[in-house]
């Protein structure tokens, strides 16, 4: 058996080949925990004129929220939709509030402390997730966001990374670079905050090993969890256009399987994974349409991890 085997058999992560992120909540709090979408009427300055007019060629002008919070005011009631369709009358439950569409630290201290409070009004609320762009982190606002831990509650910031590369982040539209991500990392990580890298996989002109030195520099950066898409094209968006008139290839299913994979081997083990794979409702899905099996790409996900024998870190190599 070689060392990297043994590091494979090694760990505990619920016969998983990867540090998921539902099972360390399991663990860790004993109870089901989910989280509750909200839209907290924010926008971006991406799109509001600050950065830019138009937004990344991804998003669509919902902002990336949730299908539980359409059509509903107000952020108690936006929780209520969900928890509702998530309640079951024989399992204990505890929630997340996830503040998920749009730009969740573009706002006065004063209003995101408001809407904070009020997302966490509720005792069954153990948890907050905060999705948000790198270069909306001022100090005041990590601070803000650190006053809210204490031991036993879920602190999460979710930020935007998408991927290492200047370039890529250019093509994407995103409007800042990997440096406002590093920086904003550092920051959260120097208050005791946990952070959530969102990356995505397969921007056109990255090749194999642009993704893998993602990997690699997220495994160097104080994370404490990634959530890996794909990169999908959505109805009403400058992707659609791009794609719909040949400029853009995307992944397959079995070249995302593999990447997955790929990339996994090259994480830090101790980083949980949050996601595997973007997901959107059916009717603004452009493509690629192999996304809305989503059972089967997790499946195919950890088969491959089986075939190949290997895991989470597998060939990560700490530094010196
Ligand atoms: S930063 Fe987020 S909300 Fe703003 S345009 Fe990009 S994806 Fe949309």
Wanted: glycine letters at 8%; aromatic letters at 8%; one cysteine or more.
């Amino acid at each position: 058996m070689n060392k990297n085997s043994e590091h494979c058999n090694s760990r505990d992560w619920r016969g998983k080949p990867y540090n998921f992120f539902g099972d360390y909540l399991l663990d860790t709090h004993h109870v089901r925990m989910l989280k509750l979408p909200i839209n907290a009427g924010l926008s971006c300055p991406n799109r509001d004129g600050p950065i830019g007019a138009h937004g990344c060629i991804f998003c669509d002008a919902g902002g990336s929220a949730s299908p539980t919070t359409e059509g509903i005011t107000g952020i108690a009631a936006q929780m209520e939709n969900a928890r509702r369709s998530f309640r079951r009358s024989d399992v204990a439950t505890r929630y997340i509030a996830y503040f998920q569409a749009f730009t969740n630290t573009y706002a006065s201290i004063e209003t995101l402390k408001r809407l904070y409070d009020t997302a966490l009004a509720s005792p069954d609320i153990i948890g907050l997730m905060i999705g948000t762009r790198p270069d909306c982190l001022p100090d005041d606002v990590l601070d803000l966001v650190a006053s809210y831990n204490r031991e036993g509650f879920e602190l999460w910031l979710e930020i935007g990374m998408q991927t290492m590369h200047n370039e890529s982040l250019r093509f994407l539209r995103r409007g800042h670079t990997h440096q406002s991500t590093r920086s904003a990392v550092l920051r959260a990580s120097e208050r005791g905050i946990c952070v959530c890298a969102h990356i995505i996989l397969g921007i056109p002109h990255e090749e194999w090993r642009d993704m893998m030195a993602t990997a690699m520099e997220l495994s160097s950066l104080p994370v404490h969890g990634v959530k890996l898409h794909h990169l999908h094209v959505v109805r009403n968006t400058q992707l659609e256009h791009m794609y719909q008139s040949g400029g853009v290839r995307l992944l397959g299913f079995r070249e995302y399987v593999s990447t997955v994979c790929d990339f996994i081997e090259r994480l830090r083990p101790d980083i949980l994974i949050h996601r595997l794979l973007g997901d959107r409702p059916k009717d603004t899905l452009v493509a690629p349409k192999w996304a809305m099996h989503k059972g089967t790409v997790l499946k195919a996900i950890e088969d491959e991890f089986r075939r190949r024998g290997t895991c989470q870190g597998f060939l990560y190599t700490p530094p010196e």
